[in-house]
Protein backbone atom coordinates (compact mmCIF):
# COMPACT_ATOMS: atom_id res chain seq x y z
CA UNK A 1 0.00 0.00 0.00
CA UNK A 2 1.21 3.14 -0.31
CA UNK A 3 0.63 7.21 0.21
CA UNK A 4 0.14 8.57 -3.33
CA UNK A 5 -1.35 12.43 -5.23
CA UNK A 6 -3.38 12.19 -7.24
CA UNK A 7 -1.84 13.32 -10.63
CA UNK A 8 -5.32 13.04 -13.13
CA UNK A 9 -7.60 10.81 -14.68
CA UNK A 10 -6.98 8.60 -18.37
CA UNK A 11 -10.01 7.76 -20.18
CA UNK A 12 -10.18 4.98 -23.06
CA UNK A 13 -12.79 3.89 -24.50
CA UNK A 14 -11.21 0.85 -25.69
CA UNK A 15 -10.49 -1.29 -22.71
CA UNK A 16 -11.75 -4.18 -21.04
CA UNK A 17 -15.27 -4.40 -20.45
CA UNK A 18 -14.63 -4.46 -16.43
CA UNK A 19 -13.57 -1.02 -16.29
CA UNK A 20 -16.79 0.57 -17.83
CA UNK A 21 -18.01 3.20 -15.95
CA UNK A 22 -14.97 3.04 -13.11
CA UNK A 23 -13.02 6.19 -12.56
CA UNK A 24 -9.43 5.65 -13.46
CA UNK A 25 -7.15 7.87 -11.50
CA UNK A 26 -3.10 8.15 -11.93
CA UNK A 27 -1.38 8.02 -8.74
CA UNK A 28 1.88 9.21 -7.93
CA UNK A 29 3.56 7.64 -4.57
CA UNK A 30 4.75 9.87 -2.39
CA UNK A 31 6.56 10.11 0.79
CA UNK A 32 5.80 11.06 4.36
CA UNK A 33 6.87 14.62 3.30
CA UNK A 34 4.83 14.44 0.01
CA UNK A 35 7.75 13.83 -2.52
CA UNK A 36 7.50 11.59 -5.23
CA UNK A 37 9.04 7.69 -4.72
CA UNK A 38 8.74 5.66 -7.88
CA UNK A 39 6.61 4.94 -10.84
CA UNK A 40 2.30 6.45 -10.89
CA UNK A 41 0.02 3.47 -10.36
CA UNK A 42 -3.71 3.52 -12.12
CA UNK A 43 -6.08 2.43 -9.87
CA UNK A 44 -9.80 2.69 -10.10
CA UNK A 45 -11.47 5.05 -7.50
CA UNK A 46 -14.89 4.72 -5.45
CA UNK A 47 -14.01 7.31 -2.80
CA UNK A 48 -14.22 10.85 -5.00
CA UNK A 49 -10.38 11.34 -4.41
CA UNK A 50 -9.88 15.01 -6.42
CA UNK A 51 -6.95 16.36 -8.26
CA UNK A 52 -3.79 16.61 -6.15
CA UNK A 53 -5.51 14.86 -3.24
CA UNK A 54 -3.48 12.12 -1.22
CA UNK A 55 -4.73 8.59 -1.09
CA UNK A 56 -4.15 5.24 0.13
CA UNK A 57 -4.26 3.07 -2.80
CA UNK A 58 -3.21 -1.09 -2.67
CA UNK A 59 -2.78 -3.53 -5.12
CA UNK A 60 -5.11 -5.83 -3.86
CA UNK A 61 -6.51 -8.12 -6.93
CA UNK A 62 -9.44 -9.97 -5.13
CA UNK A 63 -10.63 -6.66 -3.55
CA UNK A 64 -10.78 -4.65 -6.79
CA UNK A 65 -12.34 -7.62 -9.10
CA UNK A 66 -15.08 -7.59 -6.60
CA UNK A 67 -15.40 -3.88 -6.36
CA UNK A 68 -16.03 -3.98 -10.12
CA UNK A 69 -17.88 -7.19 -9.29
CA UNK A 70 -16.59 -8.99 -12.12
CA UNK A 71 -14.48 -12.10 -10.87
CA UNK A 72 -12.48 -12.51 -14.73
CA UNK A 73 -11.53 -8.59 -14.07
CA UNK A 74 -7.37 -7.81 -14.72
CA UNK A 75 -8.35 -4.93 -12.22
CA UNK A 76 -5.45 -4.49 -9.57
CA UNK A 77 -4.84 -1.51 -7.80
CA UNK A 78 -7.88 1.01 -5.60
CA UNK A 79 -7.81 4.18 -3.69
CA UNK A 80 -8.89 2.05 -0.54
CA UNK A 81 -9.06 5.66 1.66
CA UNK A 82 -8.62 9.70 1.06
CA UNK A 83 -5.96 11.36 3.58
CA UNK A 84 -7.15 13.90 6.01
CA UNK B 1 -1.77 -0.94 -13.36
CA UNK B 2 0.68 1.42 -14.92
CA UNK B 3 0.19 3.78 -17.70
CA UNK B 4 2.66 2.87 -20.48
CA UNK B 5 3.95 4.06 -24.22
CA UNK B 6 4.31 0.77 -26.44
CA UNK B 7 7.94 1.01 -27.38
CA UNK B 8 7.76 -2.35 -29.68
CA UNK B 9 7.47 -5.79 -30.03
CA UNK B 10 9.05 -8.95 -29.36
CA UNK B 11 9.05 -11.90 -31.44
CA UNK B 12 10.50 -15.36 -30.32
CA UNK B 13 10.44 -18.55 -32.04
CA UNK B 14 11.50 -20.64 -28.83
CA UNK B 15 8.62 -19.68 -26.61
CA UNK B 16 6.23 -21.14 -23.74
CA UNK B 17 3.73 -22.33 -26.53
CA UNK B 18 0.55 -20.41 -24.51
CA UNK B 19 2.11 -17.08 -26.38
CA UNK B 20 1.77 -19.01 -29.69
CA UNK B 21 -0.01 -16.45 -31.86
CA UNK B 22 0.13 -13.47 -29.22
CA UNK B 23 1.35 -10.29 -29.68
CA UNK B 24 4.14 -9.19 -27.03
CA UNK B 25 4.76 -5.79 -26.68
CA UNK B 26 7.42 -3.95 -24.70
CA UNK B 27 5.76 -0.92 -22.58
CA UNK B 28 7.25 1.60 -21.14
CA UNK B 29 5.75 2.54 -17.55
CA UNK B 30 4.97 6.45 -18.16
CA UNK B 31 4.04 9.28 -15.66
CA UNK B 32 0.99 11.46 -16.26
CA UNK B 33 3.30 13.92 -18.29
CA UNK B 34 4.85 11.36 -20.39
CA UNK B 35 8.00 10.68 -18.68
CA UNK B 36 9.76 7.21 -18.51
CA UNK B 37 9.16 5.54 -14.91
CA UNK B 38 10.82 2.28 -14.34
CA UNK B 39 11.58 -0.97 -16.03
CA UNK B 40 9.82 -1.86 -19.42
CA UNK B 41 6.87 -4.76 -19.04
CA UNK B 42 6.58 -7.14 -21.66
CA UNK B 43 2.64 -7.77 -22.34
CA UNK B 44 0.02 -9.37 -24.22
CA UNK B 45 -2.08 -6.84 -26.50
CA UNK B 46 -5.61 -7.79 -27.93
CA UNK B 47 -7.13 -4.37 -28.23
CA UNK B 48 -4.62 -3.57 -31.05
CA UNK B 49 -1.80 -0.85 -29.73
CA UNK B 50 0.10 0.76 -31.97
CA UNK B 51 3.66 2.26 -31.39
CA UNK B 52 4.12 5.12 -29.43
CA UNK B 53 0.24 4.35 -28.16
CA UNK B 54 -0.59 4.91 -24.72
CA UNK B 55 -1.92 2.02 -22.81
CA UNK B 56 -2.79 1.12 -19.36
CA UNK B 57 -1.37 -2.15 -18.77
CA UNK B 58 -2.13 -4.89 -15.85
CA UNK B 59 0.03 -7.25 -13.65
CA UNK B 60 -3.35 -9.63 -13.50
CA UNK B 61 -1.63 -13.22 -13.77
CA UNK B 62 -5.42 -15.06 -13.63
CA UNK B 63 -6.89 -12.33 -16.10
CA UNK B 64 -4.04 -13.02 -18.57
CA UNK B 65 -4.26 -16.75 -18.48
CA UNK B 66 -7.61 -16.40 -19.04
CA UNK B 67 -6.62 -14.32 -21.73
CA UNK B 68 -4.15 -17.00 -23.75
CA UNK B 69 -6.89 -19.70 -23.29
CA UNK B 70 -4.03 -21.76 -21.15
CA UNK B 71 -4.65 -22.09 -16.97
CA UNK B 72 -0.93 -22.95 -16.72
CA UNK B 73 0.49 -20.25 -18.61
CA UNK B 74 2.85 -18.18 -16.99
CA UNK B 75 2.05 -15.21 -18.81
CA UNK B 76 1.34 -12.64 -16.50
CA UNK B 77 1.07 -8.77 -17.84
CA UNK B 78 -1.51 -7.56 -20.55
CA UNK B 79 -2.97 -4.29 -22.20
CA UNK B 80 -6.19 -3.69 -20.70
CA UNK B 81 -6.76 -0.22 -22.35
CA UNK B 82 -5.84 2.10 -25.19
CA UNK B 83 -6.05 5.46 -23.83
CA UNK B 84 -7.60 7.90 -25.87
CA UNK C 1 9.88 -8.18 3.85
CA UNK C 2 11.68 -4.95 4.16
CA UNK C 3 13.53 -3.28 7.06
CA UNK C 4 11.68 -0.20 7.68
CA UNK C 5 11.50 3.35 9.84
CA UNK C 6 8.44 4.00 11.19
CA UNK C 7 7.78 8.14 9.79
CA UNK C 8 4.18 8.75 10.91
CA UNK C 9 0.78 7.75 10.66
CA UNK C 10 -1.67 8.57 8.02
CA UNK C 11 -5.57 9.45 9.01
CA UNK C 12 -8.47 8.51 6.55
CA UNK C 13 -11.78 9.02 7.62
CA UNK C 14 -13.29 8.62 4.14
CA UNK C 15 -11.74 4.43 3.69
CA UNK C 16 -12.46 1.07 3.00
CA UNK C 17 -14.44 0.00 6.39
CA UNK C 18 -11.85 -2.88 6.92
CA UNK C 19 -9.08 -0.10 8.03
CA UNK C 20 -11.53 1.14 10.53
CA UNK C 21 -9.72 0.96 13.76
CA UNK C 22 -6.43 0.28 12.68
CA UNK C 23 -3.36 2.49 12.59
CA UNK C 24 -1.98 2.75 9.40
CA UNK C 25 1.95 3.67 9.44
CA UNK C 26 4.07 5.37 7.10
CA UNK C 27 6.87 2.80 6.99
CA UNK C 28 10.23 3.74 4.42
CA UNK C 29 12.31 0.48 3.96
CA UNK C 30 15.55 1.09 5.16
CA UNK C 31 19.36 -0.51 4.36
CA UNK C 32 20.95 -2.56 7.04
CA UNK C 33 23.03 0.51 7.94
CA UNK C 34 19.52 2.58 8.47
CA UNK C 35 19.70 4.57 4.75
CA UNK C 36 16.19 4.99 3.07
CA UNK C 37 16.02 2.31 0.02
CA UNK C 38 12.69 2.73 -2.31
CA UNK C 39 9.39 3.82 -1.79
CA UNK C 40 7.66 4.28 1.49
CA UNK C 41 4.77 1.87 2.55
CA UNK C 42 1.55 2.44 4.12
CA UNK C 43 1.08 -0.68 6.99
CA UNK C 44 -0.79 -1.78 9.21
CA UNK C 45 0.05 -2.19 12.48
CA UNK C 46 -0.84 -4.32 15.81
CA UNK C 47 2.70 -4.11 17.82
CA UNK C 48 2.49 -0.52 18.52
CA UNK C 49 5.85 0.35 16.68
CA UNK C 50 7.00 4.37 17.56
CA UNK C 51 7.86 7.05 15.82
CA UNK C 52 11.83 6.69 14.00
CA UNK C 53 11.32 2.62 15.28
CA UNK C 54 12.73 0.00 12.99
CA UNK C 55 10.07 -2.62 11.74
CA UNK C 56 9.68 -5.49 9.64
CA UNK C 57 7.01 -5.41 7.25
CA UNK C 58 5.83 -8.06 5.03
CA UNK C 59 3.05 -7.71 2.08
CA UNK C 60 0.78 -10.88 2.84
CA UNK C 61 -2.67 -9.77 1.95
CA UNK C 62 -3.54 -13.10 3.55
CA UNK C 63 -2.41 -12.63 6.67
CA UNK C 64 -3.39 -8.92 6.88
CA UNK C 65 -7.06 -9.76 6.06
CA UNK C 66 -6.99 -12.19 8.71
CA UNK C 67 -5.41 -9.22 10.97
CA UNK C 68 -8.45 -7.18 10.15
CA UNK C 69 -11.05 -9.51 10.20
CA UNK C 70 -12.13 -8.72 6.79
CA UNK C 71 -11.71 -11.94 4.06
CA UNK C 72 -12.39 -9.10 0.87
CA UNK C 73 -10.18 -6.24 2.60
CA UNK C 74 -7.88 -4.42 0.48
CA UNK C 75 -5.13 -4.30 3.42
CA UNK C 76 -1.79 -5.71 1.96
CA UNK C 77 1.58 -4.50 4.23
CA UNK C 78 1.77 -4.83 8.21
CA UNK C 79 4.05 -4.57 9.97
CA UNK C 80 5.26 -8.18 11.54
CA UNK C 81 8.13 -7.32 14.14
CA UNK C 82 9.32 -4.85 16.13
CA UNK C 83 13.55 -4.54 15.92
CA UNK C 84 15.19 -5.26 19.23
CA UNK D 1 6.87 -9.79 -18.01
CA UNK D 2 10.87 -8.63 -18.42
CA UNK D 3 12.54 -8.56 -21.37
CA UNK D 4 16.30 -9.13 -20.29
CA UNK D 5 19.81 -10.40 -20.88
CA UNK D 6 21.20 -13.37 -20.00
CA UNK D 7 24.24 -12.22 -17.68
CA UNK D 8 25.31 -15.58 -16.28
CA UNK D 9 24.88 -19.01 -14.51
CA UNK D 10 24.29 -19.09 -10.26
CA UNK D 11 24.77 -22.81 -8.99
CA UNK D 12 24.33 -23.88 -5.59
CA UNK D 13 25.47 -27.00 -3.58
CA UNK D 14 23.06 -26.13 -0.74
CA UNK D 15 19.70 -25.01 -1.74
CA UNK D 16 16.04 -26.62 -2.08
CA UNK D 17 15.83 -29.47 -3.31
CA UNK D 18 13.57 -28.78 -6.10
CA UNK D 19 16.17 -26.85 -7.88
CA UNK D 20 18.27 -30.03 -8.28
CA UNK D 21 18.89 -30.29 -12.29
CA UNK D 22 17.94 -26.98 -12.90
CA UNK D 23 20.02 -24.14 -14.69
CA UNK D 24 19.72 -21.10 -13.01
CA UNK D 25 20.58 -17.51 -14.93
CA UNK D 26 21.32 -14.44 -13.76
CA UNK D 27 18.70 -12.56 -15.81
CA UNK D 28 19.10 -8.43 -16.37
CA UNK D 29 15.91 -7.06 -17.31
CA UNK D 30 16.24 -4.45 -20.41
CA UNK D 31 14.25 -1.37 -22.26
CA UNK D 32 14.00 -2.05 -26.05
CA UNK D 33 17.19 -0.43 -27.08
CA UNK D 34 19.06 -2.62 -24.38
CA UNK D 35 19.59 -0.98 -21.89
CA UNK D 36 19.49 -2.36 -18.20
CA UNK D 37 16.70 -1.46 -16.10
CA UNK D 38 16.21 -2.80 -12.43
CA UNK D 39 17.73 -5.45 -10.57
CA UNK D 40 18.77 -8.64 -12.17
CA UNK D 41 16.59 -11.86 -11.27
CA UNK D 42 17.17 -15.25 -11.38
CA UNK D 43 15.63 -17.61 -13.43
CA UNK D 44 14.96 -21.05 -13.79
CA UNK D 45 15.59 -21.35 -17.83
CA UNK D 46 14.36 -24.73 -19.77
CA UNK D 47 14.77 -23.12 -23.55
CA UNK D 48 18.60 -23.02 -23.12
CA UNK D 49 19.16 -19.60 -23.26
CA UNK D 50 22.98 -18.90 -24.08
CA UNK D 51 24.85 -16.20 -22.58
CA UNK D 52 23.62 -12.15 -23.93
CA UNK D 53 20.87 -13.99 -25.08
CA UNK D 54 17.74 -11.89 -25.16
CA UNK D 55 14.98 -13.21 -23.32
CA UNK D 56 11.53 -12.64 -21.78
CA UNK D 57 10.86 -13.66 -18.07
CA UNK D 58 7.71 -13.91 -16.09
CA UNK D 59 7.29 -13.93 -12.54
CA UNK D 60 4.37 -16.58 -12.72
CA UNK D 61 4.77 -18.69 -9.36
CA UNK D 62 2.43 -21.75 -10.38
CA UNK D 63 3.43 -22.07 -13.72
CA UNK D 64 6.76 -22.00 -12.45
CA UNK D 65 6.40 -24.78 -9.70
CA UNK D 66 4.62 -26.87 -11.72
CA UNK D 67 7.55 -26.60 -14.60
CA UNK D 68 10.01 -28.10 -11.84
CA UNK D 69 6.79 -30.98 -11.04
CA UNK D 70 7.14 -29.79 -6.94
CA UNK D 71 3.85 -27.74 -6.16
CA UNK D 72 5.34 -26.78 -2.91
CA UNK D 73 8.78 -25.42 -4.62
CA UNK D 74 9.77 -21.63 -3.79
CA UNK D 75 10.52 -21.26 -7.40
CA UNK D 76 8.81 -18.18 -8.79
CA UNK D 77 11.13 -16.81 -12.23
CA UNK D 78 10.95 -18.59 -15.09
CA UNK D 79 12.39 -17.90 -18.89
CA UNK D 80 9.53 -17.96 -20.81
CA UNK D 81 10.68 -17.02 -24.74
CA UNK D 82 14.04 -16.51 -26.47
CA UNK D 83 14.15 -13.43 -28.19
CA UNK D 84 14.64 -13.74 -32.36
CA UNK E 1 14.13 -14.40 -7.27
CA UNK E 2 16.89 -12.16 -6.76
CA UNK E 3 20.77 -13.24 -6.13
CA UNK E 4 21.87 -11.37 -2.94
CA UNK E 5 24.63 -10.66 -0.59
CA UNK E 6 23.57 -11.73 3.11
CA UNK E 7 24.40 -7.97 5.33
CA UNK E 8 23.12 -8.86 8.56
CA UNK E 9 20.74 -10.13 11.10
CA UNK E 10 17.31 -8.61 12.63
CA UNK E 11 16.69 -9.29 16.46
CA UNK E 12 13.09 -8.88 16.76
CA UNK E 13 11.65 -9.48 20.58
CA UNK E 14 8.16 -8.22 19.66
CA UNK E 15 6.82 -10.16 16.79
CA UNK E 16 4.27 -12.46 14.86
CA UNK E 17 4.64 -15.89 16.78
CA UNK E 18 5.14 -17.74 13.38
CA UNK E 19 8.82 -16.11 13.20
CA UNK E 20 9.74 -17.64 17.01
CA UNK E 21 12.68 -19.48 16.25
CA UNK E 22 13.77 -18.38 12.94
CA UNK E 23 16.57 -16.56 11.79
CA UNK E 24 15.81 -13.33 9.94
CA UNK E 25 18.87 -12.20 7.40
CA UNK E 26 19.36 -8.77 5.82
CA UNK E 27 19.66 -10.02 1.94
CA UNK E 28 21.43 -6.81 -0.34
CA UNK E 29 20.18 -7.80 -3.88
CA UNK E 30 23.18 -7.78 -6.10
CA UNK E 31 24.06 -8.17 -9.88
CA UNK E 32 26.00 -10.88 -11.17
CA UNK E 33 28.99 -8.69 -10.63
CA UNK E 34 28.30 -8.29 -6.88
CA UNK E 35 27.14 -4.48 -7.21
CA UNK E 36 24.13 -3.81 -4.86
CA UNK E 37 20.89 -3.27 -6.97
CA UNK E 38 17.44 -2.32 -5.06
CA UNK E 39 16.42 -2.35 -1.56
CA UNK E 40 17.07 -5.32 0.71
CA UNK E 41 14.65 -7.74 1.53
CA UNK E 42 14.18 -9.83 5.34
CA UNK E 43 14.08 -12.99 4.38
CA UNK E 44 14.03 -16.22 6.83
CA UNK E 45 16.97 -18.60 6.43
CA UNK E 46 16.82 -22.64 6.71
CA UNK E 47 20.13 -23.09 5.01
CA UNK E 48 22.61 -21.34 7.56
CA UNK E 49 24.23 -18.33 5.22
CA UNK E 50 27.00 -16.77 6.70
CA UNK E 51 27.34 -13.22 6.64
CA UNK E 52 28.44 -11.77 3.24
CA UNK E 53 27.71 -15.09 2.17
CA UNK E 54 25.64 -14.64 -1.63
CA UNK E 55 22.64 -16.05 -1.62
CA UNK E 56 19.35 -16.77 -3.78
CA UNK E 57 16.31 -15.72 -2.57
CA UNK E 58 12.55 -16.09 -2.99
CA UNK E 59 9.17 -14.18 -2.16
CA UNK E 60 7.26 -17.43 -2.53
CA UNK E 61 4.64 -17.03 0.60
CA UNK E 62 3.30 -20.23 0.11
CA UNK E 63 6.97 -22.12 0.36
CA UNK E 64 7.69 -19.48 3.26
CA UNK E 65 4.52 -20.64 5.27
CA UNK E 66 5.04 -24.49 5.02
CA UNK E 67 8.73 -23.83 5.60
CA UNK E 68 8.06 -22.12 9.51
CA UNK E 69 4.65 -24.97 9.58
CA UNK E 70 1.93 -21.95 9.76
CA UNK E 71 -0.05 -21.21 6.84
CA UNK E 72 -1.41 -18.13 8.32
CA UNK E 73 2.02 -16.68 9.15
CA UNK E 74 2.83 -13.10 6.67
CA UNK E 75 6.46 -14.41 6.18
CA UNK E 76 7.15 -14.26 2.23
CA UNK E 77 10.93 -14.23 1.28
CA UNK E 78 13.34 -17.13 2.36
CA UNK E 79 16.76 -18.08 1.42
CA UNK E 80 16.27 -21.18 -1.27
CA UNK E 81 19.95 -21.72 -2.04
CA UNK E 82 23.31 -20.48 -0.89
CA UNK E 83 25.82 -19.89 -4.07
CA UNK E 84 28.72 -21.66 -4.30
Do not use: Y
Request: glycine share 12%; proline share 6%.
Amino acid sequence: MFLARVEGNVTATRKHPSFEGWRLVICQPISGKGEPEGSPQIAIDAHGAGLHQRVVISSDGAAARKAVGDDKSPVRWLVVGIVD
